[in-house]
Each structure stands twice: as structure tokens, then as C-alpha cells.
């Protein structure tokens, strides 16, 4: 037709943007959690190419690549000077992981862009995906554990840190990752402190950005 667009349904559930899922029980966050596992790995065994998505993205180099856009997209918004934040861009660059992967990649796969079922603790289909390419697949994952780390807020926009996610039903962050490696058919994650702090890089730069046009 011209341009670019895309085909959405509509599903029915629930949109929970709390990572606590406040409104369900225990046993209910265990479950959704460990769907969210499940779906994120069932996303990065998809065969790309037999699926048609061979030209999604460039197949290679995601991680390099992604340093070097966020990089310049942090330089041209900055208001101020970080230098925590010139360490990080300097030690990524020189700790890229020496193996690479390619999958497809939601880009924002977060608790918060999924549809949870209206009566029951799974989830039946994910949102936004305006950041989906071909890339690495543990750049998702480490961006579903970077709430781990982020501490929580009274209006629920917050992270998991400093909660008693035990108490909640939420695994751990080991849990969580041990759960992905088995729907994935992983033994272990590799270059993990890596993907954590490009996680965490690749969020200052998108917030330093909002923060700027604001």
C-alpha cells in the first residue's frame, strides 16, 4: 500500500505493568514468571530464516553494533557529564563477548509488554515490538533481569530490589535465568556480567535521550 504498517489482533487479558504483578498471588507470579521464561526463549528458537525473516536485521555484529549507535545517541543528548557513564561505554568496548548469536530480539521484553490471560497466571501474547531485529538473544534476557537490580517504587514503575521477592513467589534472579537455559536448552550463559552492563548502558542512553527532549 505505499508504506510500512503492520497487522495487529486484538487479545484479551490483562496488562500488568508492576514487575510485583501486585494484583495476583504467589503462586500466580511463580506461574506468569515462569511463562515469561518460556516465551522469551520460545521467541530466540525461532528459525529466523525459514520463518521469512532473513532480512529482519543484519545477522551478526548486533552487540558492536548497538554500543556504537547507543554511544553516539548518548554523546549527541547529553546534558551534563557522567563519568561513570564514559567508564561503562569504555569497558564494554573493550569486553565484547568473543561469541556470537543471532535470534530474533523483542528489543523491550519486559513484564509490562505482555498480555497476561484474563482468569489465569499465563500469558498469552507479547506487545511492542518496535525494537525487534535480529540480534543477540541474551540482550533480552539481561534485559528482563535488569529489574532485579532496579529498586522498587510505591507507584509500581519500579524494579525488584529491595523487596522480598520470596515472599511474592517471584524466583530469583538465578532462578529466572536457570529457568530461560531450560526452556532454551542452555547449559550455561556465558559473558553474562556483560550483557547485564549493556543492558543497563543501552536504558541510560534511552533515558538520557527522553530526559534531553524533554
Known amino acids: 500500500i505505499g508504506t510500512s504498517f503492520y497487522v495487529m489482533d486484538h487479545v484479551e487479558g490483562r496488562v500488568i505493568t508492576a514487575v510485583t504483578l501486585p494484583q495476583l498471588t504467589p503462586a500466580e507470579r511463580a506461574s506468569v514468571y515462569s511463562d515469561y521464561a518460556r516465551i522469551g526463549a520460545r521467541l530466540h528458537a525461532v528459525d529466523f530464516r525459514a520463518v521469512g525473516l532473513g532480512d529482519f536485521g543484519k545477522p551478526e555484529g548486533y552487540i558492536a553494533r548497538q554500543l556504537d549507535r547507543w554511544t553516539k545517541q548518548y554523546l549527541a543528548s547529553k546534558t551534563e557529564e557522567s563519568a561513570d557513564m564514559e567508564r561503562l561505554i569504555g569497558w ?39 525494537l525487534a531485529t535480529l540480534g543477540h538473544p541474551l540482550s533480552d534476557l539481561a534485559y528482563a533481569c535488569m529489574y532485579y537490580r532496579i529498586p522498587s517504587s510505591n507507584e509500581g514503575t519500579g524494579g525488584l530490589a529491595g523487596t522480598d521477592i520470596a515472599a511474592l513467589g517471584i524466583p530469583s534472579e538465578q532462578e529466572f535465568i536457570d529457568m530461560y537455559c531450560r526452556y532454551s536448552g542452555r547449559e550455561r550463559i556465558a559473558d553474562w556480567p556483560f550483557f547485564l552492563a549493556f543492558a543497563y548502558f543501552r536504558m541510560a542512553a534511552i533515558t538520557q535521550g527522553v530526559y534531553a527532549r524533554a
Open 92 to 130: 564494554l568496548a573493550a569486553n565484547l563477548p568473543g561469541a556470537d548469536e543471532t535470534a530474533i530480539v523483542h528489543g523491550d521484553y519486559r513484564i509490562g509488554n505482555t498480555i497476561i490471560h484474563p482468569t489465569q497466571p499465563r500469558i498469552i501474547a507479547v506487545l511492542d515490538w518496535e
